[in-house]
Each structure stands twice: as structure tokens, then as C-alpha cells.
Nanobody, 118 residues
Framework: QVQLVESGGGLVQAGGFLRLSCAAS????????MGWYRQAPGKQRELVAA???????YYADSVKGRFTISRDNAKNTVYLQMNSLKPEDTAVYYC????????????WGQGTQVTVSS
């Protein structure tokens, strides 16, 4: 079992920034890839960014150059630094213990709301 708890969401104006955190606990030794997903109203959940234990990263085209994913393995925490936020970034953001780079795993956090006003 893995428990994931996200924090750091909120309301911000366009052009602003937020930093999301995802604290992991439980059987985390088996987790290689951690991902941040988001789901906007009426849309499918999409992968925004992911990072491996070794620091390899992936970013969706829509956030490249604006978002940065990082992890602190000593703290079992993954971060998502979001800069130059746009109204279209508005969504509930979830972290996930991924099975591999292409597949999400069964463990999700509760989500944190990010709202970007224009």
C-alpha cells in the first residue's frame, strides 16, 4: 500500500506561480516513476509531468518550459513547480505512483485544486 497526499494548490492570477507537493508513505521502495496528472471539468485526466528515481523527467507539451518536476527521495516527496500559469492550467492535480512511463498505477492522492484566473 502507498499513501499519497498532495498540497499546495490554490487560486492564482494568470502569470503567477504555485508549487505543489506530494508526500508519499507506505511501500514506496517499489516506486520508480512518480507522476503529476490533472483533470479539468469535462475533460479526461492527463499526465502533466513525471520523474524517475534517477531524475529522468517527462513533460507534456502544454507545460514544457513552464513546469518543473522534482523529487526529494530522502523526504519521499515529489514537487511540481508551476510558473507562468494560464487559465487553461485550471484543474484538479493528482500525484500518482506510476507503473512505468506509460501507465498510471493504482495509487492516487486526493487531489489539489489549482485555479488560474484571467
Amino acid at each position: 500500500q502507498v499513501q499519497l497526499v498532495e498540497s499546495g494548490g490554490g487560486l492564482v492570477q494568470a502569470g503567477g506561480f504555485l508549487r505543489l507537493s506530494c508526500a508519499a508513505s507506505g511501500s514506496i521502495f517499489s516506486i520508480n516513476v512518480m507522476g503529476w496528472y490533472r483533470q479539468a471539468p469535462g475533460k479526461q485526466r492527463e499526465l502533466v509531468a513525471a520523474i524517475s528515481n534517477g531524475g529522468r523527467t517527462y513533460y507534456a507539451d502544454s507545460v514544457k518550459g513552464r513546469f518543473t518536476i522534482s523529487r526529494d527521495n530522502a523526504k519521499n516527496t515529489v514537487y511540481l513547480q508551476m510558473n507562468s500559469l494560464k487559465p487553461e492550467d485550471t484543474a484538479v492535480y493528482y500525484c500518482n505512483a506510476m507503473i512505468n512511463w506509460a501507465r498510471s498505477g493504482d495509487y492516487w492522492g486526493q487531489g489539489t485544486q489549482v485555479t488560474v484566473s484571467s
